[in-house]
């Protein structure tokens, strides 16, 4: 299980996450739309299961789309593939993930609780 966990309801899926490919426990995921975050590592058989709901510890860039941006605490979080961390607020390239709990400065990386889902 997920060593992030900081509140989970009861909504936990197996799936095949489509990001990242190869999804460890604790990363946050997508499938297509939906955000979670991976409860286990991908099996052999590509399977993740996953928390589509509640409050994990994850790092987020204060980044939007535009460069550097401050994060608020309740604002909108979104996953954008490719970079690193995929969480920040750029909500031109990223698929919605949930909302960050507390700040993080512009330009910096930072563990922060975001409740994911909507």
């Not at 197996?14 to 955000?35: E, I, K, N, R, Y």
């Not at 507390?102 to 990386?109: L, P, R």
Request: aromatic share 6%; glycine share 14%.
């Amino acid at each position: 299980m997920a060593k992030n966990t900081v509140h989970m309801w009861t909504e936990s899926l197996p799936l095949v996450c489509t990001s990242p490919a190869t999804p460890q426990s604790g990363d946050p995921v997508l499938f297509g739309q939906l955000p979670g975050v991976a409860l286990t590592t991908e099996d052999t058989n590509g399977v993740t299961t996953c928390a589509l709901n509640g409050v994990f510890d994850l790092p987020v860039k204060g980044e939007g789309s535009g460069g550097n941006a401050a994060i608020t605490a309740g604002a909108k979080v979104y996953y954008e593939a490719g970079q690193t961390p995929p969480l920040n607020v750029d909500s031109t390239n990223g698929v919605y993930f949930g909302i960050a709990m507390a700040g993080v400065s512009s330009g910096a990386t930072a563990t922060i609780p975001v409740r994911v889902g909507y």
